[in-house]
């Protein structure tokens, strides 16, 4: 089933919609940088495989899936925007720039509105350079977290505030 074209250049890219095959792709590549790379799967889940519904995009150079990105809206005035990734070699090409446009310009068609993002630190001076404004900080932690009597590393499920530590 080939999917709805947005746009498309002379230099063969094409942003499309995201399929489900395409969002397995897309998964793998945010996985290695989001632990919560899931919410895609998720969502995709709720939409189902025939909806006809805007916000799922990748983009495609000469027939080969390089980026993707997510952008919907989630209330009157607000849209989220997550899962972009361009691959490796095609960084800094202007490809990743073209596939945020089609994301931004097919949502604000649908409610001019301000989007919130997943940024990794290593995007926030593009995401300020485009015009987005850090809100707030995550940050992820890996490993376990041992109690202070916790000497053999036998911590279970306790959870405390990180001041404690």
Same mark, same amino acid.
């Given at each position: 089933?080939?999917?709805?074209?947005?746009?498309?250049?002379?230099?063969?890219?094409?942003?499309?919609?995201?399929?489900?095959?395409?969002?397995?792709?897309?998964?793998?590549?945010?996985?290695?940088?989001?632990?919560?790379?899931?919410?895609?799967?998720?969502?995709?889940?709720?939409?189902?495989?025939?909806?006809?519904?805007?916000?799922?995009?990748?983009?495609?150079?000469?027939?080969?899936?390089?980026?993707?990105?997510?952008?919907?809206?989630? !209330?009157?005035?607000?849209?989220? #925007?997550?899962?972009?990734?361009? %691959?490796?070699?095609?960084? @800094? &090409? /202007?490809?990743?720039? *073209?596939?945020?446009?089609?994301?931004?310009?097919?949502?604000?068609?649908?409610?001019?509105?301000?989007?919130?993002?997943?940024?990794?630190?290593?995007?926030?001076?593009?995401?300020?350079?485009?015009?987005?404004?850090?809100?707030? !900080?995550?940050?992820?932690?890996? #490993?376990?977290?041992?109690?202070? %009597?916790?000497?053999?590393? @036998? &911590? /279970?499920?306790?959870? *405390?505030?990180?001041?404690?530590?």
């Amino acid at each position: 089933m080939k999917s709805r074209v947005y746009r498309q250049w002379d230099d063969g890219f094409v942003v499309r919609r995201m399929t489900r095959q395409d969002a397995e792709k897309a998964i793998l590549w945010y996985t290695s940088i989001c632990a919560t790379s899931v919410d895609l799967q998720v969502v995709l889940d709720v939409r189902g495989d025939d909806a006809d519904i805007d916000g799922f995009y990748v983009g495609e150079l000469n027939g080969e899936v390089i980026a993707s990105k997510i952008e919907f809206v989630v !209330a009157d005035g607000l849209s989220y #925007g997550s899962m972009f990734y361009v %691959d490796e070699r095609y960084r @800094n &090409s /202007g490809l990743g720039r *073209r596939i945020n446009d089609v994301a931004r310009d097919v949502t604000e068609s649908t409610s001019g509105n301000t989007v919130g993002i997943d940024a990794h630190d290593e995007l926030e001076a593009v995401n300020m350079r485009r015009g987005y404004k850090t809100a707030f !900080a995550v940050t992820q932690f890996t #490993g376990k977290v041992l109690q202070p %009597d916790d000497t053999a590393g @036998n &911590s /279970g499920s306790a959870i *405390r505030e990180v001041n404690d530590l």
